[in-house]
């Protein structure tokens, strides 16, 4: 199940290769969660419509718990993986106070609430999800890239429901010949 990558995404990452973003390029909606870091919020970018997921993270979190290098450095790696099984990040910009970060939206949330709401999977939706979730880990096993925290609060359902999820500030490199 390979996800289809639209004109409008397409469009949304070579503008991040030519562009310098800020707020004022989006549209913010509605709170999606709240983390020790920061929140993340739907959001539209205004000249394309585009919906995204904008992680706004603050910085004195990051200078409080001397993370720094490793939001830098996670910022690269996410941005180099592509996997349909895998957020994309798209970009990021930053004030004074914040860092935001420009992410693919997961338009049907955690793995968490869905299992609250339904209480349990189908076989065949655990087997998918598994299955999604097994070729996201190879791909990052591949890239030298690990993910320290599985849990299905970090795993998101996007519109296809195919299997997503969120890396940052959970990664660790293996080796220093990734590639990146």
Not at 8 to 24: A, C, G, H, I, P
Not at 106 to 117: C, I, P, Q, T, V
Not at 156 to 168: I, K
């Amino acid at each position: 199940m390979e996800r289809k990558v639209g004109k409008v995404k397409k469009t949304m990452k070579e503008d991040n290769l030519q562009r310098r973003w800020s707020l004022k390029d989006f549209e913010i909606g509605k709170p999606l969660g709240r983390g020790k870091f920061g929140r993340v919020y739907v959001a539209r970018e205004v000249k394309s419509k585009y919906v995204v997921a904008l992680k706004i993270i603050f910085k004195e979190q990051i200078e409080k718990y001397r993370l720094n290098h490793q939001l830098g450095r996670e910022m690269e790696i996410q941005s180099n993986l592509q996997h349909p099984n895998i957020l994309r990040l798209y970009g990021w910009f930053h004030d004074a106070e914040r860092v935001f970060l420009i992410l693919e939206y997961a338009h049907n949330g955690e793995l968490y609430k869905e299992l609250r709401k339904r209480g349990h999977l189908t076989e065949m939706q655990a087997a998918t999800y598994i299955l999604s979730l097994t070729k996201a880990l190879a791909y990052c096993h591949e890239k030298h890239v690990i993910h320290r925290d599985i849990k299905p609060e970090n795993l998101l359902l996007d519109h296809e429901v195919l299997f997503s999820f969120y890396t940052f500030l959970v990664l660790n490199f293996l080796c220093k010949l990734c590639g990146y």
